[in-house]
């Protein structure tokens, strides 16, 4: 019984082993590959004026809409046909993009292993 427990102890420290030297490597891959994008595109993060700025426009837009809830429902109101089939085709990608995530987070296609 122990040699059972030692085997599959020791089975499971390989795997394990091996499962995280394969990530470290991917890891290090894509951090390789997203400096020289980030090299080569010349990207830079944000400045703090522009964080400022697009923040306080994002609160001044929500306080707005807040305090007018009619102009809420007007723009509501006033969409267009290919607008919406847009920002519904957006919706079902990111659903997309969420269920694939999940997918991969639990290794199944469907439901989650019992404990």
Partial sequence: ???????YTSGLVSKANLLS???LYYGK?????????YLKEGLQPPTVAQFKS???NLYKQSLNFALK??????C???IQKNELLKYGA???QLIGFYSVGEIIGRRKLV???HH
Avoid: D, F, H
Wanted: hydrophobic residues 35%; charged residues 20%.
């Fill in 1 to 7: 019984m122990l040699s059972r427990i030692q085997n």
């Fill in 21 to 23: 030297s394969k990530a």
């Fill in 29 to 37: 891959v894509g951090a390789e590959i997203s400096k020289q994008i």
């Fill in 54 to 56: 697009v923040y306080s």
């Fill in 69 to 74: 809830p009619t102009e809420v429902l007007s």
């Fill in 76 to 78: 509501l109101k006033n």
């Fill in 90 to 92: 957006y919706g079902i």
């Fill in 111 to 113: 439901g989650y292993k």
